[in-house]
Nanobody
Framework: VQLVESGGGLVQAGGSLRLSCAAS????????MGWYRQAPGKQRELVAD???????NYADSVKGRFTISRDNAKNTVYLQMNSLKPEDTALYYC???????????????WGQGTQVTVSS
């Protein structure tokens, strides 16, 4: 199983970016998917997550600016980031809880990360 993120880059403050994360491989079912970020010298933190039914949860710091969504048919989760701030600069990781077969437990998988840099 692989989670591959894309869409990161360098943007000016106030700009927008859209991150994508596609899960591929031997996958039976995906439960929650989410985005985390880690800035230099800081712990990894939850940005937003979304259940298979579409319920969402956001960190207070991104509420009203970021929107998480998913396409279950494509095993893909997105993060639309608007009104970006320099403090949003971090390595953004995708995470998915999934089962590889119907008899396996739910396991967490992580992507390699995509860098988001917001200049002031």
């Amino acid at each position: 199983v692989q989670l591959v993120e894309s869409g990161g880059g360098l943007v000016q403050a106030g700009g927008s970016l859209r991150l994508s994360c596609a899960a591929s491989g031997s996958i039976f079912s995906i439960n929650a998917m989410g985005w985390y970020r880690q800035a230099p010298g800081k712990q990894r933190e939850l940005v937003a997550d979304i259940t298979s039914g579409g319920s969402t949860n956001y960190a207070d710091s991104v509420k009203g600016r970021f929107t998480i969504s998913r396409d279950n048919a494509k095993n893909t989760v997105y993060l639309q980031m608007n009104s970006l701030k320099p403090e949003d600069t971090a390595l953004y990781y995708c995470k998915a809880y999934l089962r590889r077969t119907s008899w396996r437990t739910w396991d967490a998988y992580w992507g390699q990360g995509t860098q988001v840099t917001v200049s002031s």
